[in-house]
């Protein structure tokens, strides 16, 4: 175990670039939004301030109209494909322009309620609060413009899911004419077999490029995008993180935002409900142009126990879990293998991931379902013990995928080991 934590430590520590860390080196050599939260994780346990500090430097980037991005360009790198060149945001340090599961409100929750140095937890905490505030309300106010209670994705690269089964419809729709040539850079640094594929890469690039001939201006992006889904998992990590915040704005007496979150999160939980599928014994995610679920079976729905769900369904997502269990020598995989769809190799199209582990175990574990989480976590930890900090692993083989010396994968080992 304090082997396994050195090795995590040390990883961090090399992925650690001053103010921020890199995923990993050479495939992702920026900061990424929901990598730098939930890595924040892990520094809180040997090193605090940086903790603190990786939120922040991501905060700093934020925005004016609230929206937090999903990568900040720190440095120039011209080892990864798509650069500020193709985002071409505008923005004071380059930034993407799109965004990424805001598990920051649960991550900040976090680092204040196992603080060893309160007062500096909560100055900083007092200082990030209205900004996360800040980008929950632009979520309602630019990804729900009908006031549904829930939130649309309008790219893939948004719900951190980047090739999922669940798009694959409704990427039917994204054409692909007028897409600038690109080379990828992403098949230099790992196994294309690992990756998404080409027709997917065409039709990233052309969102990209749509959303940009609009000036990236977010009261346009949302009508506009032929690609507008609601994740369950997505809205799950949402709603956890304004009912986190909530509770901290309560502590700290912000009576504003703490009554607004608490709303946010009680209409989120409620609208969830449009996202089950008896069916399926899961939620699902929706086609918002169509308004019709989108019958695939993956692990968005069962992230969404992440949030605090009417017991019933937290119950179902534990005996969707258990079912999964038997097919698999590692949970959770990311898409049902019993579909034709599954690929055990192939990003999240299969794998298992070990963020979404802990934010499922996390879930399950408070609503009482202790007993799938606790085998959630060992086979996560048995993965580890095999094949190291991998950014995903096969969930029959545990052969470990994509890039390797990953930063929330040893983020996630020293949380779940402390
Ligand atoms: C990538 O480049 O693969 C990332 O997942 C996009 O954010």
Redesign the pocket.
């Known amino acids: 175990t304090d082997d396994l934590i050195e090795q995590a430590k040390a990883i961090l520590r090399r992925n650690d670039r001053g103010g921020y860390t890199v995923p990993t080196h050479g495939l992702?050599p920026f900061q990424?939004n929901w990598d730098s939260c939930l890595s924040a994780l892990g520094f809180s346990h040997f090193d605090e301030e940086r903790a603190w500090t990786e939120i922040d430097t991501l905060f700093a980037n934020q925005w004016p109209d609230g929206m937090v991005p999903?990568?900040v360009f720190h440095e120039e790198d011209d080892g990864?494909f798509p650069g500020p060149d193709v985002w071409r945001t505008g923005r004071p340090v380059p930034t993407s322009g799109i965004t990424q599961p805001p598990v920051a409100g649960f991550a900040v929750r976090r680092l204040v309620d196992r603080a060893r140095d309160p007062e500096l937890a909560a100055d900083r905490a007092r200082a990030l609060l209205p900004k996360i505030h800040a980008w929950h309300e632009w979520f309602y106010r630019c990804r729900d413009p009908q006031g549904t209670g829930l939130v649309a994705i309008i790219h893939p690269?948004e719900s951190?899911r980047?090739n999922s089964v669940d798009w694959d419809d409704v990427f039917e729709r994204v054409p692909t004419d007028g897409v600038e040539p690109f080379s990828r850079r992403?098949i230099q640094h790992a196994n294309p077999s690992h990756r998404p594929t080409q027709a997917q890469y065409e039709r990233y690039i052309w969102l990209v490029q749509r959303f940009r001939s609009l000036g990236w201006d977010n009261t346009k992006l949302h009508d506009a995008s032929p690609f507008q889904v609601v994740d369950p998992g997505f809205n799950a990590i949402l709603i956890r993180s304004c009912s986190d915040l909530a509770d901290l704005a309560e502590r700290f007496e912000l009576g504003e935002i703490a009554a607004q979150a608490r709303a946010f999160a009680e209409r989120g939980v409620a609208a969830m409900e449009a996202l089950w599928s008896d069916a399926m014994g899961q939620y699902l995610c929706q086609d918002r142009t169509t308004g019709k679920l989108i019958q695939s079976p993956s692990i968005a729905g069962l992230l969404a126990g992440f949030a605090e769900l009417p017991s019933p369904r937290a119950a179902a997502i534990a005996k969707r879990l258990t079912l999964l269990g038997e097919q698999v020598d590692y949970l959770v995989p990311s898409h049902d293998p019993s579909q034709p769809a599954f690929d055990s190799l192939r990003y999240w199209r299969g794998p298992v991931w070990l963020i979404v582990n802990y934010m499922i175990a996390d879930g399950l574990t408070r609503s009482g379902q202790a007993s799938v989480a606790q085998r959630i976590i060992a086979d996560s930890l048995r993965l580890i013990e095999q094949s190291g900090f991998a950014e995903y692993y096969d969930p029959h083989t545990a052969e470990p995928c994509g890039g390797d010396q990953f930063t929330w994968t040893a983020a996630i080992v020293i949380e779940l080991l402390s």
């Open positions: 992702y990424w999903h990568i990864y690269w951190g980047d992403d």
